[in-house]
C-alpha cells in the first residue's frame, strides 16, 4: 500500500466514529434490539461488539509498534457475543468505548513513522505474517461494514412494520 492510499484509509478510520454516529441518528431506538433473524445481530449487539473489536484492535496495533512478530488473540465475535450476553451490555457505555478508543488509536496513528508500516505480526487466522497494512484496511473498513448492516437492519424492520 503506498503512502497516498494508507493515508486515506487513516483518515476514513479517523471518520468512523462520526459516521456511525450520524447514521444512529437516522434509526429509531425502539428497533435496536430487533433481529433479522436470530443468527444475525440487533443493533445493540453490533455497538457492543464494535467496542469489543475496537478495543482489540488498539492492542494489534500497539504492538505491531511496540512488539513486531509477536503472536496475537484472536478471538470468536459471534462466541463472544452470544457467551458475552450483549444485549445485557449497555450500548451507551460502548459507543464511549468506542468512541475514546478510536480516538486514541487515530492520534496514535498519526505520530507513526513510516518505517512502523513495514512490521508485522502473527495472527492465528492468517498464514501469512499479519501487517500494519492489513489491520488500516480491516479497522478503517469496519465501522463503515457495520453503518450498512445497521442500515439493512434498519430497513428490514421497517418492513416488520406494515
Do not use: C
Amino acid at each position: 500500500m503506498d503512502t497516498a492510499e494508507r493515508q486515506g484509509k487513516i483518515d476514513l478510520y479517523g471518520r468512523g466514529f462520526g459516521l456511525l454516529s450520524i447514521a444512529l441518528d437516522e434509526i429509531p431506538r425502539e428497533m435496536w434490539q430487533f433481529k433479522p433473524t436470530p443468527a444475525e445481530w440487533s443493533i445493540h449487539e453490533i455497538l457492543v461488539h464494535l467496542a469489543d473489536s475496537e478495543t482489540n484492535s488498539y492492542l494489534r496495533a500497539r504492538q505491531l509498534v511496540a512488539q513486531p512478530g509477536a503472536a496475537i488473540m484472536a478471538y470468536d465475535q459471534d462466541v463472544w457475543t452470544n457467551e458475552l450476553d450483549y444485549h445485557q451490555r449497555d450500548w451507551q457505555d460502548a459507543l464511549e468505548i468506542l468512541r475514546l478508543v478510536r480516538k486514541a488509536t487515530y492520534e496514535f496513528l498519526l505520530t507513526l513513522p513510516n518505517d512502523v508500516w513495514d512490521n508485522t505480526i502473527k495472527h492465528p487466522e492468517y498464514d501469512e505474517p499479519y501487517t500494519f497494512d492489513m489491520w488500516i484496511d480491516i479497522y478503517s473498513n469496519h465501522i463503515p461494514g457495520h453503518i450498512e448492516q445497521i442500515n439493512n437492519n434498519h430497513r428490514l424492520w421497517l418492513e416488520t412494520q406494515t
